[in-house]
């Protein structure tokens, strides 16, 4: 009788190397675990864009103001006046009895040097910044900065400790962002927002890597998805709370009191089998795929795990690389390695630009800030379902091609669109936004894919600095506004398309094992070459056996 595709064996059992092929109750187990801790650490990532966010303010004038001044008053000058430069009073010493009046001032202005603000919902209030936006500007720079800063050594921290511990001390670490409530000035708030990007800095890059080994080929994907969505519901929580809690101070206490509560991933979160393989943890590495068998309910043969030794392990997941333990020197001299680095890390750079370019710019947009915010989040929605369903249909490789040179056409077809038609405007914004998230996401799982186990988290964290460069560019793109226009939209557009094109010399992906060394690299490209130039031998001979005959 005849065996069925699907069974591998007489006995109807699972290979080994396939325990984790199945999507079941431990992978939706450990989905959710690094979902809600994503989310959470998300909602200290942008902190910045409320309780550091601009305040309505304007200049005090002492000869007219009381004791609780008023943000508009009723005597304040009817004409349009910065906020920077105070009207000068006809009566610069006022007599007793005398109040100021819409009549009181004259038609110059003069430099500014005390301000009245409309709340204290932010530090702008504060640690009074009025008039001084690069100061304000900083604090979200300097997060950014703090996490270019750890990138690297985060993804080192991961290939050496493991994915699962340094993901549970960037989520629990995140807890020190709480003592920002407590700044005594504006230097000591910059320092805690540093220190805090610091120690979170490697969340993003470990949990992904470590979403994406726990899962199958089919799977891989899907993974990804669900963490670009616990970024999204991140950001769209942030801003329903924010709108509800407005001052900073009690925000602050939202946001940074839940990540205690990830010490107890120590006892619910599961490290990455591969990992342990990768680093000669093979007790450990056989009892998580026994574990894994059983809760997903795969027949695998549990003696012959038992009796596996380190060389049958290791050629049952196909790693090769028994000789030494890989280091980022070994990556380093591969050629094939460095070009799909190079690649993945430029277009996860232009990602970067392009979607917070686009979110940002968003809060410019006409009406509440907190409800553009919020939508701007939403929009990113729609695209990561459609990078689901044509990476998994289609490929990894020619969705984001087109993807990227879509989304530029998009950000450079807006440049054209006039003012006065803002409806054009705006439905170019919002589908640059959605493909935009779509690429962000579809690149970021794609990067993971084509660099081995064995240096992932280093090679991953060297594309996540180049990320970061494009999370500390973003939010400076407005100011390009001021000098022209069409600057900022025709860069997204350039980034974006250039990507795309970068993005044809790699290889594709889909529905192939992950890359476990890059011995193994190296030889799956020597293998393609091979067959390549056979193929092309035969194209020459044919021909030449036909015009014999």
Same mark, same amino acid.
């Given at each position: 009788?005849?065996i069925?595709?699907?069974?591998?064996n007489?006995?109807?059992?699972t290979?080994?190397?396939?325990?984790?092929?199945?999507?079941?109750?431990?992978q939706?187990i450990?989905?959710a675990?690094?979902? !809600?801790?994503?989310?959470?650490?998300t909602l200290?990532?942008?902190?910045?864009?409320?309780?550091?966010?601009?305040?309505?303010?304007?200049?005090?004038?002492?000869?007219?103001?009381?004791?609780?001044?008023?943000?508009?008053?009723?005597?304040?000058?009817?004409?349009?006046?910065?906020?920077?430069?105070?009207?000068?009073?006809?009566?610069p010493?006022?007599?007793?009895?005398?109040?100021?009046?819409?009549?009181?001032?004259?038609?110059?202005?003069?430099?500014?040097?005390?301000?009245?603000?409309?709340?204290?919902?932010?530090?702008?209030?504060?640690?009074?910044?009025?008039?001084?936006?690069?100061?304000?500007?900083?604090?979200?720079?300097?997060?950014s900065?703090?996490?270019?800063?750890v990138?690297?050594?985060?993804?080192?921290?991961?290939?050496?400790?493991?994915?699962?511990?340094?993901?549970?001390?960037?989520c629990v670490g995140?807890?020190?962002?709480?003592?920002?409530?407590?700044?005594?000035?504006y230097?000591?708030?910059?320092?805690?927002?540093?220190?805090?990007?610091v120690?979170?800095?490697?969340?993003?890059?470990?949990?992904?890597?470590?979403?994406?080994?726990?899962?199958?080929?089919?799977?891989?994907l899907?993974?990804?998805?669900?963490?670009?969505?616990?970024?999204?519901?991140?950001?769209?929580v942030?801003a329903? !709370?924010?709108?509800?809690?407005?001052?900073w101070?009690?925000?602050?206490k939202?946001?940074?009191c839940?990540?205690?509560?990830?010490?107890?991933?120590?006892?619910?979160m599961?490290?990455?089998?591969?990992?342990q393989? !990768?680093?000669?943890?093979?007790?450990?590495?056989?009892?998580?795929?026994?574990?894994i068998?059983?809760?997903?309910?795969?027949?695998?043969n549990?003696?012959?795990?038992?009796?596996?030794?380190?060389?049958?392990l290791k050629k049952?997941?196909?790693? *090769?690389n028994n000789?030494?333990?890989?280091?980022?020197?070994?990556?380093?001299?591969?050629?094939?390695?460095?070009?799909?680095v190079?690649?993945?890390?430029?277009?996860?750079?232009?990602?970067?630009?392009v979607?917070?370019?686009?979110?940002?710019?968003?809060?410019?947009?006409?009406?509440?800030?907190?409800?553009?915010?919020?939508?701007s989040?939403?929009?990113?929605?729609?695209?990561?379902?459609?990078?689901?369903?044509?990476?998994?249909?289609v490929?990894?490789?020619?969705?984001?091609?087109?993807g990227?040179?879509l989304?530029?056409l998009?950000?450079?077809?807006?440049?054209?669109?006039?003012?006065?038609?803002?409806?054009?405007?705006i439905?170019?914004?919002?589908?640059?936004?959605?493909?935009?998230?779509?690429?962000?996401?579809?690149?970021?799982?794609?990067?993971?894919?084509?660099?081995?186990?064995?240096?992932?988290?280093?090679?991953l964290?060297i594309?996540?600095?180049?990320? *970061?460069?494009g999370?500390?560019?973003a939010?400076?793109?407005p100011l390009?506004?001021?000098?022209?226009?069409?600057l900022?939209?025709?860069?997204?557009?350039?980034l974006?398309?250039?990507?795309?094109?970068?993005l044809?010399?790699?290889?594709?992906?889909?529905?192939?094992?992950?890359?476990?060394t890059?011995?193994?690299?190296?030889?799956?490209?020597?293998?393609?070459?091979s067959r390549?130039?056979?193929?092309?031998l035969?194209?020459?001979?044919?021909?030449?056996?036909?015009?014999?005959?």
């Amino acid at each position: 009788m005849a065996i069925s595709k699907n069974e591998t064996n007489e006995n109807n059992e699972t290979e080994i190397r396939d325990t984790m092929e199945k999507l079941g109750r431990y992978q939706i187990i450990q989905y959710a675990f690094s979902f !809600i801790g994503t989310l959470v650490v998300t909602l200290s990532h942008i902190n910045y864009v409320f309780i550091a966010g601009d305040l309505d303010y304007r200049c005090r004038i002492p000869e007219c103001e009381d004791e609780s001044s008023e943000f508009k008053p009723v005597w304040w000058p009817s004409g349009t006046i910065d906020r920077c430069t105070r009207p000068v009073s006809q009566y610069p010493t006022p007599t007793l009895g005398q109040s100021c009046t819409n009549e009181s001032f004259t038609d110059t202005v003069e430099m500014c040097t005390e301000w009245v603000y409309e709340s204290n919902d932010t530090v702008i209030a504060e640690f009074n910044l009025a008039c001084k936006p690069w100061m304000s500007n900083m604090i979200g720079t300097t997060h950014s900065i703090g996490i270019l800063i750890v990138m690297i050594v985060a993804g080192w921290m991961s290939d050496r400790f493991g994915r699962k511990p340094v993901f549970i001390f960037c989520c629990v670490g995140s807890c020190i962002g709480y003592f920002k409530g407590y700044a005594p000035s504006y230097y000591v708030y910059v320092g805690i927002e540093l220190l805090e990007a610091v120690i979170t800095g490697g969340t993003y890059g470990t949990i992904s890597i470590l979403m994406i080994e726990i899962s199958g080929k089919k799977n891989r994907l899907l993974a990804g998805i669900i963490f670009a969505y616990s970024i999204y519901m991140g950001e769209s929580v942030y801003a329903i !709370i924010a709108k509800f809690v407005p001052n900073w101070k009690n925000l602050i206490k939202i946001l940074y009191c839940p990540p205690i509560i990830f010490l107890s991933y120590i006892y619910f979160m599961k490290e990455s089998p591969r990992w342990q393989i !990768i680093n000669g943890k093979f007790d450990d590495a056989k009892a998580a795929l026994l574990y894994i068998s059983k809760m997903n309910k795969v027949n695998i043969n549990e003696q012959k795990l038992a009796e596996m030794g380190e060389k049958e392990l290791k050629k049952e997941f196909n790693i *090769t690389n028994n000789k030494h333990k890989e280091t980022i020197k070994d990556a380093f001299k591969s050629k094939e390695i460095m070009k799909r680095v190079t690649i993945g890390a430029f277009s996860r750079f232009s990602a970067c630009v392009v979607y917070y370019g686009l979110m940002i710019n968003s809060v410019f947009l006409p009406g509440d800030k907190y409800m553009n915010f919020f939508l701007s989040s939403i929009m990113s929605y729609p695209g990561d379902l459609m990078a689901l369903y044509l990476m998994n249909k289609v490929g990894r490789k020619s969705p984001l091609i087109y993807g990227f040179v879509l989304c530029g056409l998009l950000c450079a077809a807006s440049v054209c669109v006039p003012d006065d038609v803002s409806w054009l405007k705006i439905t170019l914004f919002l589908l640059g936004k959605m493909i935009a998230s779509g690429c962000f996401i579809g690149v970021v799982a794609y990067a993971i894919e084509l660099v081995p186990t064995s240096v992932r988290g280093t090679l991953l964290g060297i594309s996540g600095l180049t990320a *970061t460069f494009g999370n500390v560019l973003a939010p400076l793109t407005p100011l390009l506004a001021t000098v022209s226009v069409i600057l900022p939209p025709l860069i997204f557009g350039v980034l974006a398309i250039t990507s795309g094109l970068l993005l044809t010399l790699t290889p594709e992906t889909k529905d192939l094992p992950l890359a476990e060394t890059v011995e193994q690299v190296e030889y799956e490209v020597r293998l393609r070459k091979s067959r390549r130039k056979e193929n092309n031998l035969r194209g020459q001979d044919n021909p030449s056996f036909e015009n014999r005959n």
